[in-house]
């Protein structure tokens, strides 16, 4: 086992390396979603399939062997309903909780505004549960399901291959494939968006960065300004 | 060098992230935001409220007890930190203050929701993605169909705003 120090070291070097490539490449799961519903750009999104992909079998792979720490983890309808509250916050801040924590390493003082009032939301929320207990964490964090409180235990790969007797990795093939015919279909997207922007306006596919793959992002900050009528130097680079 | 000149492709960023995620999955548990963010949000309230009035609130004893020995807030640090090493070597530090006011107001919003989401559901858009989902576990479905409905809703406020 590692020690206490030795976890926060490897935490440390993990999230600065990914600060720097998620800078470097400027990849944001906010518009991973966002762009793929409002502006039809996939820039992000495909990349977000990719790590997907790649994670799948790389966890399922190391729970076949009995490796690796999965998140235990008490599964219930507040994921559901916590995570759309997210998703609504995320795009308005233009910032998830990578993309904060990135975008204020690079001086953008929007993102650490939003950071210190993800913080708030926290705190404030966290208060409200002493009233309600809902999720009625630790008490049912258990493994088993308590259908009163809409809690439903631990399910994931390593209860599946326990139950089932069935490796993870056949399941995370599955998942695999899944996730894989998602990326095809994104890219048979992607082409048939091209060719119909071909034909259409051969002028304006041309000289139209959103079609370019490499650098989206004044695309869409054209857009946004276009559209409101003034560009706000946060958004844009989102 | 190249990688601080141009932009490095999405799918080779987040390939190495995934890589290194599954190695980190290995010594001690996948790529996790929020709960560093939680236990950082304690931490502030220890700070400012101090020890004696934070431990009056059941969720900051029974969940989770502010403590500085919790990996996960290295990840966010780090995160910052890395970003902020990226941005210098490639002259891309500077600066940036939202202009309008709409934008803060947004920015102040959404933040606020993002914060009330991870403590309702124990999740951030992270361990959604890179963590919960690809150890196929129930939760992760659970979440990821929440966050693009919200994100859809988002959306749609988002494009309200922009048109007003």
């Given at each position: 086992?590692?020690?206490?120090?030795?976890?926060?070291?490897?935490?440390?070097?993990?999230?600065?390396?990914?600060?720097?490539?998620?800078?470097?490449?400027?990849?944001?799961?906010t518009?991973?979603?966002?762009?793929?519903?409002?502006?039809?750009?996939?820039?992000?999104?495909?990349?977000?399939?990719?790590?997907?992909?790649?994670?799948?079998?790389?966890?399922?792979?190391?729970?076949?062997?009995?490796?690796?720490?999965?998140?235990?983890?008490?599964?219930?309808?507040?994921?559901?309903?916590?995570?759309?509250l997210f998703?609504?916050g995320m795009?308005l801040a233009g910032a998830c909780t990578v993309s904060s924590w990135v975008k204020t390493g690079e001086g953008n003082i929007g993102a650490l505004w939003a950071l210190l009032f993800l913080i708030i939301g926290l705190f404030v929320s966290s208060l409200?549960?002493?009233?309600?207990?809902?999720?009625?964490?630790?008490?049912?964090?258990?493994?088993?399901?308590?259908?009163?409180?809409?809690?439903?235990?631990?399910?994931?790969?390593?209860?599946?291959?326990?139950?089932?007797?069935?490796?993870?990795?056949?399941?995370?093939?599955?998942?695999?494939?899944?996730?894989?015919?998602?990326?095809?279909?994104?890219?048979?997207?992607?082409?048939?968006?091209?060719?119909?922007?071909?034909?259409?306006?051969?002028?304006?596919?041309?000289?139209?960065?959103?079609?370019?793959?490499?650098?989206?992002?004044?695309?869409?900050?054209?857009?946004?300004?276009?559209?409101?009528?003034?560009?706000?130097?946060y958004q844009?680079e989102a | 060098?190249?990688?601080?000149?141009?932009?490095?492709?999405?799918?080779?960023?987040?390939?190495?992230?995934?890589?290194?995620?599954?190695?980190?999955?290995?010594?001690?548990?996948?790529?996790?935001v929020g709960?560093g963010e939680t236990m950082l949000a304690g931490l502030v309230a220890k700070y400012v409220l101090?020890?004696?009035?934070?431990?009056?609130?059941?969720?900051?004893?029974?969940?989770?007890?502010p403590?500085?020995?919790?990996?996960?807030i290295?990840?966010s640090l780090?995160m910052g930190f890395?970003a902020f090493?990226?941005?210098?070597?490639?002259?891309?530090?500077?600066w940036r203050v939202p202009?309008?006011l709409?934008e803060w107001v947004m920015i102040t919003i959404g933040g606020l929701l993002m914060g009330i989401g991870i403590r309702?559901?124990?999740?951030c858009n992270?361990?959604?993605?890179?963590?919960?989902?690809?150890?196929?576990?129930?939760?992760?479905?659970?979440?990821?169909?929440?966050?693009?409905?919200?994100?859809?809703?988002?959306?749609?406020?988002?494009?309200?705003?922009?048109?007003?």
């Open positions: 086992m590692i020690t206490v120090t030795g976890q926060c070291v490897a935490a440390f070097i993990f999230g600065s390396t990914v600060g720097l490539l998620v800078q470097r490449s400027r990849w944001c799961n518009s991973a979603l966002r762009d793929a519903m409002l502006f039809k750009n996939y820039r992000n999104t495909k990349a977000l399939l990719v790590a997907m992909m790649i994670l799948t079998l790389g966890f399922t792979g190391f729970i076949s062997v009995g490796n690796g720490n999965p998140m235990r983890f008490d599964v219930g309808i507040n994921q559901f309903i916590g995570l759309f998703g609504i795009v409200l549960w002493s009233f309600t207990y809902w999720p009625p964490a630790p008490a049912t964090m258990t493994g088993q399901p308590n259908l009163a409180a809409l809690q439903f235990g631990f399910a994931d790969a390593l209860t599946l291959q326990q139950k089932t007797g069935i490796p993870a990795i056949v399941f995370g093939l599955i998942q695999f494939a899944a996730l894989f015919g998602l990326y095809r279909l994104i890219l048979r997207k992607e082409r048939a968006l091209q060719t119909a922007r071909g034909q259409v306006q051969p002028e304006a596919a041309k000289s139209s960065p959103q079609v370019d793959a490499a650098m989206p992002e004044p695309a869409i900050g054209a857009v946004m300004a276009g559209a409101a009528g003034a560009s706000g130097s844009e | 060098m190249d990688l601080f000149k141009k932009t490095l492709d999405p799918i080779i960023a987040l390939a190495i992230i995934a890589l290194l995620d599954v190695f980190l999955f290995v010594i001690v548990g996948a790529w996790t709960g101090g020890a004696k009035t934070l431990a009056r609130i059941p969720f900051w004893t029974l969940v989770f007890t403590t500085w020995a919790y990996w996960k290295y990840i780090g890395g090493v990226a941005a210098v070597l490639s002259k891309e530090f500077y202009r309008h709409s309702l559901s124990f999740v992270v361990s959604t993605f890179f963590g919960l989902t690809p150890e196929m576990n129930l939760g992760g479905y659970l979440a990821v169909s929440g966050i693009v409905a919200g994100a859809w809703v988002g959306s749609f406020i988002y494009k309200k705003v922009l048109e007003a």
